[in-house]
Each structure stands twice: as structure tokens, then as C-alpha cells.
């Protein structure tokens, strides 16, 4: 069971690129999420998904898009690069009928724009 | 808008020195609060969850508590294992599925 996997693992970007960052879980999962770390700053919600076909922002969507095709599958598209999308990103889970409601997150995705 | 503050932002113990964490949170209905451990490197691993106010959970060392205002996590005897970043979040029950987290006390034991 590997829960939920987050690719790559580690990616500069140059100032105007573009990149996706994977995002799978093997848990039948209907909701998940996409959260950027800043140090210090605590995790912000940047989209999220409470099945397939359905996604809503967060607090901070500006400068990306996603898409949920499949439960498994929950990508997060970077458009145009900025160095402000220096971040680790993680992409997190959780099943509604769990009564703990504890999401279960990736490894993330260290970025870094210059 | 919900927030969740924590204090202090980092905590140097000794190995077997006792000491809480605190976290405040503002919610216009509080519908969970979550405690989270994030070893570097690594995404948070979820903890307790604390649903009223004088509700405790316990897991080995660690002891959450939970108040209208602010939790507690309190750390007893702790060993150089439990250095991490312990991050609090909030669920309103305005706010649907989203968590609010806070900026996290990094734990650093010393043995």
C-alpha cells in the first residue's frame, strides 16, 4: 500500500517554464489536495477535490491550474513559473467516511524558480 | 477568516524535560482540530484529531488537549525521536473539507 506518491521529488524551474507535478493514491480517496509549505508559514490550501471532474480553489490558486480525471489522479499544473512558486509542495488525501478525518499526505515536491 | 497561531516557533528540551506546545486558533464553528508531526523532508503525519472542548488524546508521549480558545500538546519525557515539527490545523464547520493550518513549533530533544 503505497498511499499517496508525489513526483518529482526535487525540480528548478527557470522563470517562465512550465512544469506538472504528479500526484496518485492507491487509497480510493475521494478528496484530495494540493498545499505549498513556505518556512515558517504553515501550509497553504491551493486546490482541492471531492471526486472526480470536481475542483474547487483554495486560499492561494493563483499561478496554477489542476485537474482530476481520475480518483487515483490529481496533477497540479504550473504555469509560467515565478520565483514567488518557491515552495514545497504537497499533495494530500482523505476519505470522508474516515471518522478521523485525517488526511494523509505525499513526501512533496521541493521546488525552487530562478 | 479562520487562524490558527502557534507558539513558541521552536523548543529546545533535554531528554526527559517535559514541556507543552500551544496552539490558538479563531473559528467561526470549530468542527475538528488536528495535530500533525513533519519529520524534514518528509510530509505531515497526522496525530490526533480533538473535536469539543475537554477532549484528550494520548499516543505514547504525546498528550492533546483541547479548550474553546486552544490546544495543548504536551510532550512528556521526550526523547531525541521526538524532535520534529509539530503543526496544528483547524476544520470550521463553515469551511467545508478544508483544513487551516498553523506555522508549526519545531521540537528539537537533546539527549
Known amino acids: 500500500n503505497a498511499g499517496v506518491t508525489q513526483t518529482p521529488k526535487f525540480r528548478i524551474l527557470k522563470i517562465g517554464q512550465s512544469m506538472t507535478l504528479q500526484c496518485t493514491q492507491d487509497m480510493n480517496h475521494n478528496y484530495m489536495y494540493w498545499y505549498r509549505q513556505d518556512p515558517g508559514m504553515g501550509l497553504k490550501l491551493i486546490y482541492y477535490?471531492?471526486?472526480?471532474?470536481?475542483?474547487d480553489k483554495g486560499e492561494v490558486p493563483n499561478g496554477y491550474n489542476v485537474s482530476r480525471s481520475t480518483t487515483e489522479d490529481f496533477p497540479l499544473r504550473l504555469e509560467l513559473a515565478a520565483p514567488s512558486q518557491t515552495s514545497v509542495y504537497f499533495c494530500?488525501?482523505?476519505?470522508?467516511?474516515?471518522?478521523?478525518?485525517?488526511?494523509?499526505f505525499g513526501s512533496g515536491t521541493r521546488l525552487t524558480v530562478v | 477568516e479562520d487562524q490558527v497561531t502557534q507558539s513558541p516557533e521552536a523548543l529546545r528540551l533535554q531528554e526527559g524535560e517535559s514541556s507543552s506546545l500551544n496552539c490558538s486558533y479563531t473559528?467561526?464553528?470549530?468542527?475538528?482540530l488536528f495535530w500533525y508531526r513533519q519529520d524534514p523532508g518528509k510530509g505531515p503525519e497526522f496525530l490526533f484529531t480533538l473535536y469539543s472542548a475537554g477532549e484528550e488524546k494520548e499516543k505514547e508521549r504525546l498528550k492533546a488537549t483541547l479548550t474553546k480558545k486552544e490546544s495543548f500538546l504536551h510532550i512528556t519525557a521526550p526523547k531525541p525521536e521526538d524532535s520534529a515539527t509539530y503543526l496544528c490545523?483547524?476544520?470550521?464547520?463553515?469551511?467545508?473539507?478544508?483544513?487551516?493550518f498553523g506555522g508549526g513549533t519545531r521540537v528539537l530533544v537533546k539527549p
Open positions: 490545523a483547524v476544520q470550521a464547520t463553515a469551511a467545508g473539507n478544508k483544513l487551516t
Open positions: 494530500a488525501s482523505r476519505n470522508p467516511g474516515q471518522g478521523n478525518y485525517g488526511y494523509t
Open positions: 477535490s471531492v471526486g472526480a471532474g470536481i475542483t
Open positions: 473559528v467561526s464553528g470549530l468542527r475538528g
